[in-house]
């Protein structure tokens, strides 16, 4: 709605123009309110032609759904220049004919405008004037000087709130009075959209809080749109590569106390931590209800005391010194870590409400599309097929686009450093922040990011466009002996066997994540070298590859662009710290520094691996994502690692729990049908066949041709979702088995699609060995093929 606002005095002064200032921010996300100054109009003189600014107003006053006046008291009325605006406005123009008015008022005394109130009522309701001033409702400010802020807010809790229930009532009453006619009228006024598509709820990124959303806002009566801009197979974001370990707490009194300590000095909105912490300490419960998974996995249980009372390091819990970490566990779907098994249950409770839930994958969504007259997020626009389409959400849209790992120039502004090597999805580019941005939304969290990887949180330095490699297993050799990491000049910086935490190094009194430099190099002399060339297998095979070798000091400070004269200082300290047993820089443990021998000298190329970025728009605790006023922009949600409430120190586990938490509130309220929103009608533009469903199984297998004796076969359980298979099989004799599709990781999964088809056809059947460290890959590929051959079966 629209309103004009009229200050009804000609005071430079004015604590009514400051109510209305307040009331026109208060009130944005419900009315657009014009404020109108009297100050300049003349005195009215009847038979006078009607001056400029008068006709102005009357026009401004005809075009909105009404009129809200804040008077003053003079001498027990209204002030002359108000009246006198009046009579203006009711001797040869009558735009107040029929208007819903509202009056406000504020004053000095105690009195608070009643009187002044009273007389204007009358006023309005003369013949000329015929005003319809809404009954009851008398806001009256009394005090005024006492009554804002320094930014010109008002103070009182009970007085704003008196004011909200006014002005809610007085919406109410425009609507009545002007029928939905005229509201109709208005937003028609707007060049209107040409919507290619209508869905309840459109929810962008199919991840974690993608899939939770896509399911409740289903499961709430939605017909649901979900889009990602993966390609089929590499949906699921970072969820999918996730160690899929989700935070449970206990006990929640002290699970709270345990994150006020990891949220340290970062001040945290206390409603949004309670949600987070009671849906932490309902986790088993969530698994069991929603997921269906009749024995989730308490880490603690298995792996620990079964009383919850001895704990070691790790992630249950990864700050064991604060309060509350005895309280602190793990949930998973099985005993199994590492192998996307929540990612595939989450997915699975959206591919099987196919009639709810329509998927698009490389459908990336590029804008939302905002009334720019009521602040209501109407839809969005994705490009599909190759257009760009106007997608409508009649009443919500959910962000779901995880972070902005892969944009460098993000990396760079919002966290201040040079890159980060990424370990999840290369998907998550940070469009949402773009788009959020458009709207109008406030941004948190923006500096943090977790980390993980060897030492610290290294990984090993590969091209920029490739995946780094999470290297999770110990590997002592590269933080005991002669060995140290150096920054880009060439001198010592972390402390290297140091058990990180999510990427954090223990500094003055809490956890930050370290600097991250440009070029850090593990520096080994030849000892070092032959250790680690004595592992029988190393976590990262290609280490000798990419290692660099040197006669001396200065020829390896030149091949690795790092400041010879610091390189050698820094080798000539640590031996002498060897010497001494006490590493006084950095604390390393004393039995873990060996003094360098002479050369030849070794440097590998490091970099520093992120798990996930943890910025984006600001939420409350109902997934709304707010505004700059911290107001929440209508019909807009979020949840997950696109604004993650995790911005300090961070406790493993933590993010996934935040996205099945908010992922199910942010898809419950957005599928709310909502009385505030102005769409009505859907508007479909002619264009070609936008598809429905990408992942709608029934006719996948009808796209790949079968010849004799061959038979085809199909399982979801992989990590990049769907695999086909097809088999050559005749007189008992497996010949061959091909790999039509699938989309397992670059890594692991990969060996297990290339060797595990000429190991089954050796072994004349599909239950072999699975490949070492590819076993959910191995899984799927051996039910697809087992899938295959129960045809064979059923035709002979
Ligand atoms: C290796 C690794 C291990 C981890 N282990 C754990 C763990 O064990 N426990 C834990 O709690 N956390 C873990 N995390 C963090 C956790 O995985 C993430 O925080 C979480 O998965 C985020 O879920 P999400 O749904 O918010 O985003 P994501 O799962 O990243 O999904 C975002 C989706 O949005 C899509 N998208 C991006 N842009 C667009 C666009 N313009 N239009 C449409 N779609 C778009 C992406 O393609 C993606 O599919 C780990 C992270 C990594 C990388």
Redesign the pocket.
Known sequence: MHFVALVGTNADQSYNRQLLAYMQRHFKQQAKITICDISNIPLFREGAKIPVNVQQLADAITATDGLIIATPEYDHSIPAALKSVLEWLSCEIHPLEKKPIMIVGASLGIQGTSRAQQNLRQILDAPGVNAIVMPGDEFMLSFATKAFDEQGDLKDAQTIQFLESCFNDYVQFCTKVNGEGSVKMKTSQRQPVKWASAYDVVV?????????AARFAADNGAKVLL????PDG??????????????TGHDYNKTKAYFKQLFGSIDIDEEILDTYVKGISNMPAYFKQYLEIEEPVSYNKVHRDPDFEAFANG?SPEYPEFDGSDAID?TTVHDG??DAS??KTLRAQVTKRPKQIDIWLS????HLIQNTDTGVIEGVQ?ERNGQLVNIQARNGVVM????F?NNPEYIQNFIGVPKLK????L??????IS?AQEVGAKFWHMKSF?G?GFNTSFTFENPEEQRGK?ILAAWPELSHGSIFIAADDGSRYVREDENGRHGHAYEHGSWHNPTVYNHPHLIFDQTQYDKIKAQSKLPYPDFFKITIKAASLAELAAKIDADPETLKQTVNQFNQFAEQGTDFALGRAGDSLAAFGDGPFYATPLATA???T?GGAQRNAKAEVLDAAGQPIPHLYS????G?INANQYN????????LIF?KIAGENAAAVKTDSLITTTETAPIADLGRNDLDGENVLSQFEVGPDQYLGVSEAGIGGQIVVRVTYSNGTLSEVEVLKESESEDVGQQAMAELPQTMVAANTYDVDGVSGASSSSRALKSAVKNALSKVKATV
């Open positions: 962008l990124g199919f991840g974690a809080v993608g899939a939770t889009a990602d801009a993966a590499h949906e699921g974001g970072n969820t999918r590569y996730a160690g899929q370990v989700v935070l992630l793990l870590y590492f929540l990612w459908s990336p969504a590029k994705i779901a686009m995880g972070g790992e990424v370990i999840g999805t998907y998550n580019k940070g469009d949402g788009m977790e993980y999470f992120m798990l996930n943890q949840a997950g690692e696109f993650g493993g586990g933590g993010n996934l729990a935040e996205c992922g």
